[in-house]
């Protein structure tokens, strides 16, 4: 793995000298595209312009970042990688082992990360011990958004069980609201299914399951209740729901055409982006249960040529994990600063909530990495969970059938 900087004295004075002299540039391949995803990221663009970067957007749309990923491939098979890509969880080290990521401690180790970073997310950041990925946030996945006025209007409280939301999808769905608007794409399916993991097998199965991937309790009767909550729950969405992108679900909720989503809090970037109102248009909580179900967005820099883009990716990860990016990027993004030392004063309920939550559960134990947003697993064992819990949910298959699924298709993926 290449280091940005330094080489021999030498070396280093001309590398140095055309070094320094270099304008920063990168290519960024991310996959922000909705409207809050698309205004956060630009927080970042235009530092960097700022800061006499020149930026080259390669945005690929589609939510949870799938197409991004083989866009990435390919690119990196041509012999043509970008300067830096939207990369999380065990991916940057599954990138890093094909050789093709660059160091950048020299940043990290200037800029103090290890004094501001919390270990559970900078261990995600390293490859065999050195910086190789820059985190920009830590976005919670097991939320439950809604709609207040809707919920007001048919005398609905935010539930603090399952039993309680199947019960008020119920009561909704006989007054004519849609309970449960939902995006039919594959990881939308995975990101509700570990929310109900995490309420019905506890922080401690829920990491047997998805991180130790022990036999005995993916195929647990825990497990089967799992497959069973998703089941009802796919009676509580409408009949247009197959292929919906995840901010169209949101929007539905704006709109109040719908009453909840379950979805990781850049939803809650989707409302506010909308001029929306936490606590007075639209209510946040997490879903029943213990725990906190993490996802960072880390950007990773890729080995490539040319003294400028060496520039650009210094100058990227030093904004990245920058004060003044952690705050306005997350105050538009829906997540909360990975950083501990940006102020929360301007962040609202829900990102103190995530806030509290996350060190309550890290001191607690029952701070998670997300399998549905490539957290806790590399891509072939947390692509085999998601195949079987989509086609659970779009099939009539049991439960039993399923849990049995799961432990084939994990075998099958080592
Ligand atoms: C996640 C990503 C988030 C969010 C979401 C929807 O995987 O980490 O930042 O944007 O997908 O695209």
Redesign the pocket.
Known sequence: MKRIVLGTVSAAAMISASFAAAEPSAEVLH????GG?AKSVAVLQKEFADNGGTWTDMPVA????DAAMTALRARVLSGNAPTAV?L?GPAIQEWYEEGVLADISNVAEAEGWADVLPDSIAGHMKCEGNWCAAP??V?RVDWIWANADVLEANGVEMPTSWDEFNAAAEKLQAAGVIPLAHGGQS?QDATVFEAVALGILGPDGFRKAFVDLDEATLTSDEMKAVFDQMRTMRGYVDENFPGRD??LATAMVMNGEAAFQIM?D?AK?EFLAAGKVPGEDFLCASTPGEGFLY???SFAMFDVDGDDKRQGQELLAKLIVGQNFQKVFNLN?G?IPARTDVALEEFDSCAHLSSEDMTASSEGGSLLPSY???MALRGAQAGAITDVVTSHFNSDMSSEDAVQQLLTAVQNSM
């Not at 996959?31 to 909705?34: E, P, R």
């Open positions: 996959y922000w595209t909705s995803e589609g939510g949870g970042g939207q999380k920009v946030n976005h990881w995840w901010n990781g850049w970037g996802n960072v967005d993004k997540s549905a947003h490539g």
